[in-house]
């Protein structure tokens, strides 16, 4: 069945670095989400990308739709402390159905 | 605040007995979903409910059921309760049905089975 794939499972980085995560589907997706949620909270919506291609921007976080509309990444540029959490994609599947990665989490090293 | 409100917040229970898991959806929205998340596992969809209906179902065992109300309120019905079955269990709402549609989630239920 279809599966959306993210790695890593865990990154740690130094406060002030990069981090980037990703997210890949075995099969092409309309549209993909992406959803962060912080240490004892619920995951809350980040963004949606559509168009094949599409790159979308948030202040320090930027998120881009493959060609092949099959993988997907979310960059965060110098990491801060808020940025911790775990950071999900979610590509649709049959009847209506969202299907989330297993997440991404991003510890920040002060 | 999402506007999704679940009750309880904890619940802790022993092992064969059953319980009931509730969510109202913000203002509005006729879809609710129920996922459960365990311990580094993710976000597991269970089920979707669309004005009442049943609109798609996830890997939900036999054991739970659920259904959402006219009042577009769900209840998430787990029984013979098993230790795996401790989780942390979310409901989440948005205005329709469709992948494109925005999840709001609500803070969620823990759950521990002891």
């Known amino acids: 069945g279809q599966q959306v794939m993210q790695i890593p499972q865990y990154q740690h980085v130094q406060e002030g670095e990069d981090f980037t995560t990703y997210c890949n589907s075995s099969?092409?997706?309309?549209?993909i989400q992406w959803y962060k949620q912080r240490p004892g909270g619920h995951p809350v919506f980040l963004i949606q990308l559509v168009k094949s291609g599409e790159v979308k921007k948030q202040k320090r976080l930027t998120f881009q739709f493959g060609e092949a509309k099959k993988n997907s990444s979310l960059h965060i540029t110098a990491t801060q402390t808020t940025d911790v959490g775990t950071y999900f994609c979610?590509?649709?599947?049959?009847?209506?159905?969202?299907?989330f990665g297993k997440g991404t989490r991003l510890h920040i090293l002060p | 605040d999402s506007g999704v409100t679940q009750t309880p917040k904890h619940l802790i229970t022993a092992t064969g007995q059953r319980v009931t898991l509730r969510c109202s959806p913000r203002?509005?929205?006729?879809?609710v979903y129920w996922y459960q998340q365990s311990l580094d596992q993710g976000l597991q969809f269970l089920i979707q409910y669309y004005n009442g209906e049943e609109r798609a179902k996830g890997n939900i065992l036999e054991r739970f059921s659920a259904q959402q109300f006219p009042d577009l309120h769900s209840e998430l019905n787990l029984s013979s309760l098993e230790l795996g079955d401790s989780a942390l269990y979310f409901c989440?709402?948005?205005?329709?049905?469709?992948?494109?549609?925005?999840?709001?989630f609500g803070p969620g239920t823990r759950l521990t089975v002891l």
């Open positions: 989440a709402s948005s205005v329709a049905t469709g992948a494109r549609n925005t999840q709001y």
């Open positions: 203002s509005g929205d006729l879809s």
């Open positions: 979610a590509g649709p599947h049959r009847d209506d159905k969202i299907i």
């Open positions: 099969t092409t997706l309309s549209n």
